[in-house]
């Protein structure tokens, strides 16, 4: 990560720098996250037919879904409520200048990212209450499976599998429980080759960052927004490491260097999908998180449990209102922004990108001009990637925690047992 930090800024120095980057530089990273995302749905429908069918009672696994998503809803709210505190106290929007907004507005305010972002958001909006829960549900398995945007229907569909395959005699269900044993045993094998070139593909991933960053000026405009930002990232890190601490009585110093790869690997993808299979080995292998908690847990909270995107939505939604819409921050308008928040983290797509759509949501929900939204997003555009880069690391952190608080309730956090890539070579 250094290195790639240190050889992008040399490069940005240099005027052919930022072309030999992109042109030959960035595809080992994008071939390395490509190739996650193509295990990221084998895994998940081997992991939680094998996890659950693995149970043997459906009841377990009742105690599970329900201890995970409680735990997850409780987490996202902890976050938004921190990211409201801390942007009500520090009011990073009343440094913000009118020459700042108005160079912010012209760069950005007819980005192409940024319509998209906004019609995406509206598209969302125009469905009905429900329509999450329509979304969960596929028309066509393997169509959800050729689509990582569309976990859910995967998480569903081999949730409903494993549990199908429990309310049938054992002898009829043993070849298909040992064909996903075997698949979920080679895909693991996959994801231990494939990490084999993280280190080149995260030097990689880095240098594109700091070549393609935006006009340093503008970014040091924004430096106490983001600061809000980061501040509240690190409170939930706090929050984290405290529950490790006080209910599995593990070491939190100990538990951030087992999840570290994992950590790292999201920082640098910005992805919570493609650091899925990462995730799930280092909690298994490393921290002693049964597979029956791990494999539900995980997939589960790749796609629903968005607490450090949660968090920059209330810091950033506020922020925009306190430069652009100071009358529209009222009491009520707030505790909107924490309900509208939860909601749309849930089912939210685990890909980059996905927290500006939900912000869009949020905005609209409290009343906030619409005139005026293609410019509140400039405001916050040209830092967003390295906030998103850091809030999906909290989303993976949040992620590992909540496995291992389940799995310590039910009696299901173990000893590690680590395994090298080369085992059985």
Avoid: C
């Avoid at 009742?62 to 995970?68: E, P």
């Avoid at 507005?105 to 958001?121: F, H």
């Amino acid at each position: 990560m250094l290195l790639g930090i240190l050889f992008g800024y040399t490069m940005t120095l240099l005027p052919w720098g930022k072309s030999l980057i992109q042109d030959w530089i960035s595809p080992l990273g994008t071939i390395f996250i490509n190739l996650l995302k193509l295990i990221a749905v084998p895994l998940i429908l081997a992991s939680l037919i094998k996890g659950i069918s693995d149970l043997k009672d459906i009841s377990k696994f009742k105690r599970i879904g329900g201890r995970t998503i409680l735990i997850y809803i409780s987490t996202t709210i902890i976050a938004i409520v921190i990211g409201l505190s801390l942007v009500n106290i520090l009011q990073p929007g009343a440094n913000i200048t009118e020459a700042t907004i108005n160079k912010l507005t012209e760069t950005y305010a007819t980005n192409a990212k940024i319509s998209s972002r906004i019609a995406e958001a509206s598209k969302q909006q125009s469905q009905g209450p429900l329509q999450f829960l329509i979304d969960m549900v596929p028309q066509n398995a393997v169509a959800a499976m050729s689509n990582n945007k569309l976990m859910l229907q995967v998480i569903f569909f081999a949730i409903f599998l494993g549990i199908s395959m429990l309310l049938i005699p054992e002898k009829e269900s043993d070849s298909l429980k040992k064909f996903f044993d075997s698949l979920n045993s080679v895909v693991l094998k996959m994801v231990d080759l494939i990490m084999l070139g993280a280190p080149y593909a995260v030097f990689a991933l880095l240098a594109k960052v700091i070549v393609t960053a935006d006009d340093p000026d503008i970014l040091i405009a924004l430096l106490r927004y983001a600061g809000t930002v980061v501040l509240g990232l690190l409170l939930m890190v706090l929050v984290y490491i405290l529950a490790i601490a006080f209910y599995t009585k593990k070491s939190p110093i100990w538990f951030l260097k087992q999840i570290s790869p994992a950590q790292l690997l999201a920082f640098s993808t910005s992805s919570s999908a493609a650091t899925l299979p990462v995730t799930m080995e280092r909690v298994e292998e490393h921290v002693g998180v049964d597979q029956e908690v791990s494999s539900f847990v995980l997939p589960v909270g790749a796609t629903i449990n968005m607490d450090g995107t949660s968090l920059y939505q209330a810091v950033a939604a506020v922020f925009i209102m306190q430069v652009l819409w100071p009358e529209g921050l009222t009491l009520s308008n707030q505790l909107s922004i924490i309900l509208t928040a939860l909601l749309a983290s849930i089912g939210s797509a685990a890909v980059p990108g996905a927290g500006m759509v939900m912000l869009v949501i949020v905005l609209e929900t409290v009343g906030f001009p619409s005139e005026r939204l293609a410019v509140g997003l400039a405001l916050i555009f040209a830092i967003d990637r390295p906030l998103d880069m850091l809030r999906t690391t909290i989303n993976v952190t949040g992620d590992a925690t909540v496995a291992t608080i389940v799995a310590k309730s039910v009696g299901k956090l173990g000893k590690p047992n680590i395994k090298d890539w080369d085992d059985h070579l």
